[in-house]
């Protein structure tokens, strides 16, 4: 749509909503276009153990490496790349960056993970599950040294449907993480009904926890952890003190910017984390 060089001020509202919505059409075009030169690619955030502070794995995390506006996070692409039906490419990427590099880091170290993130369309129509066992079988890793993140909102869209996705997931041997914990609408039940292996904090209980110091809320969700057998992940840990306290009550691992900003693949100096302990 050509922008009308002398809309009156009255237009301003219908100018304004015209504008976001070729903004929007701009931005799918330009995602299109972004896939199809490879500009997507992983970055990847560390995750360490509480027990001694080591490295015990990485979260892939999408990036999109603009060639004129820099690095662009998902939160200004992943609403179109899902209202667009582009998501299954990307997570199909991401599957593929992640488990190569995975198996190149598992070679000095073996028993690192990877985690990657799912999106609701991936759970309602999981065509990544045959290029999952093909990339298994490729860089020969052990089903459990992959770990697939879907959110409680994900889960909700199409509960059977979930469930089924779920199920193939886990007899294959693939773990599963509970992402954003606390932030969907998800009951206890359906958390009983998927016993993902790890449970994730979101970072805003941690950054509630700075303000407020109320410890009820983490240490409640860390006991219905490993109550239910569950590994509890801390997201966003960006201070000593939050550090301190979550390794205080149990947590068993974390990630954030404290230790480990997502970073992409030559940036990774794995031994660094391994010989190194708490900051
Ligand atoms: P998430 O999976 O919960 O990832 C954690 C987000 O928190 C990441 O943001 C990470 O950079 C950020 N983070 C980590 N540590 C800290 C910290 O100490 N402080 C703060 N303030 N932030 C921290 P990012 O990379 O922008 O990703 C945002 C969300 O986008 C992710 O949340 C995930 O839901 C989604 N996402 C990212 N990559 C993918 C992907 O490949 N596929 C899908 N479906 N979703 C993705
Ligand atoms: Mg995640
Ligand atoms: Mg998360
Ligand atoms: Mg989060």
Redesign the pocket.
Known sequence: VARRSSAPTVKYFDASLEDHQRDRFNLAQEVRHALQQNQFT??Y?AVFSFKDGSLIGF?????WQHPSRGLI???AF?QV??EQGF?SE??L??LETALKQLAHWRKTHSNLFM?????AL?IQKPDFIDALKNLLNIYQLTPDSVVL?I?ETALLADWQTAIQTIDILRAMGVKLAL??FGTGYSSLSYLNRIRPSTL?I??SF??EWSESHDESLLRTMVHLGHDMDMNVVA????TVEELNFLKDINCNCY????R???MFKDDVALADWFSASKP
């Open positions: 992983a970055a955030q979260e892939a995390l999408a990036r996070g998902p939160g992943m790349m899902e998501i990307l997570t990427l991401m985690s990657i993130n799912l999106s991936d993140e959110t992402d954003d994730k979101d970072k941690v950054s997201e966003g840990i960006e990630q954030g910017f404290l480990a900003r997502p």
